[in-house]
């Protein structure tokens, strides 16, 4: 998907169209898990799907629920939720923000063979 470190620098154009597809990557993985949390919500705890939105999408933010987890099944899923919503923010941003670190190292590296 990336040029090679003795490559040229990629064309902007062919930036701009990487940064798209690994927004939209960060991006699914980010409607995925709150797709997952929204579902755990509504079938361990029995919430409206608006309440189940509102939690997972707190939780997935860091923000934490809005409302605590009144069965035994509901609190071991919002722990699990809370612990994977801490690893998918940065894997999320990690996918969307790849092509921005590739190309910044792989300019320093070709301003570093100038020298």
């Given at each position: 998907m990336f040029e090679?470190?003795?490559a040229a620098l990629a064309p902007r154009g062919v930036f701009l169209s990487r940064l798209g597809l690994s927004f939209a990557g960060g991006l699914a993985v980010i409607l995925f898990?709150?797709?997952w949390g929204m579902a755990g919500y509504h079938y361990f705890e029995g919430?409206?799907?608006?309440?189940?939105?509102?939690?997972a999408a707190m939780l997935l933010s860091g923000m934490g629920p809005l409302a605590s987890p009144q069965t035994n099944a509901g609190k071991l899923f919002?722990?699990?939720y809370a612990l994977y919503s801490g690893f998918v923010v940065l894997i999320a941003a990690a996918i969307a923000f790849a092509p921005v670190i590739?190309?910044?190292?792989?300019?320093?590296?070709?301003?570093e063979g100038r020298d």
């Amino acid at each position: 998907m990336f040029e090679r470190h003795s490559a040229a620098l990629a064309p902007r154009g062919v930036f701009l169209s990487r940064l798209g597809l690994s927004f939209a990557g960060g991006l699914a993985v980010i409607l995925f898990s709150l797709a997952w949390g929204m579902a755990g919500y509504h079938y361990f705890e029995g919430q409206a799907w608006i309440d189940a939105f509102v939690n997972a999408a707190m939780l997935l933010s860091g923000m934490g629920p809005l409302a605590s987890p009144q069965t035994n099944a509901g609190k071991l899923f919002a722990g699990l939720y809370a612990l994977y919503s801490g690893f998918v923010v940065l894997i999320a941003a990690a996918i969307a923000f790849a092509p921005v670190i590739h190309r910044f190292l792989h300019r320093f590296h070709l301003a570093e063979g100038r020298d």
